[in-house]
Nanobody, 125 residues
Framework: VQLQASGGGLVQAGGSLRLSCKASGRTLSNYAMGWFRQPPGKEHEFVAAISRSGGSTSYADSVKGRFTVSRDNARNTATLQMNSPKPEDTAVYYC???????????????????WGQGTQVTVSS
């Protein structure tokens, strides 16, 4: 499956931004999805994950209550809604996919087989 992340840009702290991950080549409904990010000068870190069915989600503590992950399998798209972003959310954001069953979610980047190219998100204070 090929993944194309989009929607990044410059946003003010407290605003909102919506990232999308469009899949092609395979039906997204066969894959669990994850969002990761790499802040400047730091390692990749987990942001959010959603199961193949969409019935289970997981979030990093740092974004819980502010970010929402969702998916629309009919449109082959996964989404990360970022509300009330903070300057420390500034990073390159990546979507990732792996074959999954049912309600399983994965938070480790080593568990994912397919990655999008990344989209830059910059949050100004």
């Amino acid at each position: 499956v090929q993944l194309q992340a989009s929607g990044g840009g410059l946003v003010q702290a407290g605003g909102s931004l919506r990232l999308s991950c469009k899949a092609s080549g395979r039906t997204l409904s066969n894959y669990a999805m994850g969002w990761f990010r790499q802040p400047p000068g730091k390692e990749h870190e987990f942001v959010a994950a959603i199961s193949r069915s969409g019935g289970s989600t997981s979030y990093a503590d740092s974004v819980k209550g502010r970010f929402t992950v969702s998916r629309d399998n009919a449109r082959n798209t996964a989404t990360l809604q970022m509300n009330s972003p903070k300057p420390e959310d500034t990073a390159v954001y990546y979507c990732a996919a792996r074959r999954g069953a049912g309600t399983a979610v994965w938070t480790g980047e080593e568990r994912y087989d397919f990655w999008g190219q990344g989209t830059q998100v910059t949050v100004s204070s």
